[in-house]
């Protein structure tokens, strides 16, 4: 009878886990629809655990903080677990993901479309030239009741410049200029839709990480809350020059990104039987980076005062002042 309840229950599991393959707590899982495992076991752990909230943290027990920036670069071996695999963009317009693991921008943009993470825009949509975007002021969110596939106006601001960037402007208007119906209502001749081309997980360059360093006297510990992340392209012309890089958007990590990221498998390349998720990888600090900005009274990155090998001096300089702050505390 156990025999038969265990067989059951295992059943039902696969086929509850199947259908929830692209869901928030799905993702790619070893299961067929026919019942097959592709494995020895079924991996559940990761698709289906529940998040670990963080430590809370009174404010009078916050007794030093300091607030960072830092780059994550995706050509640096360390960090292509969250790199690769590689999605694509058929001709058709299919986005084609891999079966087996997303990389973190087929995750990113998987939920940013179905509405489980809200983007917050790089900029102020009124003056370009104010470039906070990483105090998520500013987010990107559908009317009411309406969703990715009902709000129209959402679906286009996501897409461009979000998800994608516009092709260049058709040189001819959709019937020729001597016939009045390619005059618009406005007097302006009429074009053709511009083809959007895609960003895909193989056009992030970077990750950028806003992170608050803070020791707390209750706990007598030093640690680190990640608090937004931004995925990175190169800004191109329409020969495909790049001309500099920029953040695409910010995402809110505490509670948007770890709630998605918790159900996600990150590829571990030393046990095969112990993939962990990508909140666990940031959680484990499992990547490599270079802080490119600390606070201070200038509010500058350190590109704006120290350049090439100097700049990387100057970041591994303030990690070894979050360092030394910590040793001396337990100095006696």
Not at 32 to 40: H, K, L, Q, S, T
Not at 59 to 80: F, G, P
Not at 265 to 272: A, I, L, P
Not at 281 to 302: A, C, Q
Request: hydrophobic share 35%.
């Amino acid at each position: 009878m156990k025999k038969v309840f265990f067989i059951l229950t295992s059943m039902l599991l696969s086929i509850g886990l199947y259908a929830q393959n692209e869901d928030i707590n799905g993702g790619p899982i070893n299961s067929r629809d026919n019942g097959i495992i592709d494995g020895v076991v079924l991996s559940t752990h990761t698709p289906t655990k529940r998040l670990i909230p963080y430590e809370h943290v009174r404010e009078a027990d916050l007794i030093w903080s300091k607030r960072v920036w830092r780059t994550i670069d995706l050509r640096e071996k360390m960090n292509h677990p969250i790199y690769f695999p590689h999605d694509q963009i058929t001709s058709d317009g299919a986005w084609v993901k891999n079966a087996t693991r997303w990389s973190l921008w087929t995750v990113i943009r998987h939920h940013l479309i179905t509405g489980d993470i809200t983007l917050y825009e790089p900029q102020n949509p009124v003056s370009f030239s104010v470039k906070d975007g990483d105090q998520f002021k500013y987010p990107l969110i559908p009317e009411p009741g309406k969703d990715y596939n009902t709000d129209e106006k959402f679906q286009k601001e996501l897409n461009t410049p979000y998800l994608g960037k516009l092709g260049p402007r058709p040189e001819t208007p959709l019937q020729n200029i001597y016939f009045e119906d390619s005059i618009g209502p406005d007097g302006q001749y009429v074009y053709p839709d511009r083809e959007i081309f895609w960003y895909t997980s193989e056009d992030i360059i970077e990750y950028r990480l806003k992170e608050d360093w803070f020791f707390d006297k209750e706990r007598s510990v030093l640690d680190v809350r990640i608090l937004g992340i931004a995925p990175v392209i190169y800004e191109k012309d329409d020969f495909g020059n790049i001309s500099d890089s920029k953040e695409l958007f910010w995402l809110y990590f505490p509670t948007d990104c770890r709630y998605v990221f918790n159900n996600y498998f990150v590829y571990n390349e030393k046990n095969g039987s112990r993939w962990m998720s990508f909140d666990d990888y940031f959680w484990k600090r499992r990547f490599t980076s270079f802080i490119h900005k600390e606070e201070n009274v200038f509010d500058r990155k350190i590109e704006k005062y120290r350049v090439g090998v100097d700049a990387l001096m100057e970041s591994k300089k303030i990690t070894e002042e979050i360092r030394n702050m910590e040793h001396d505390v337990w100095s006696f």
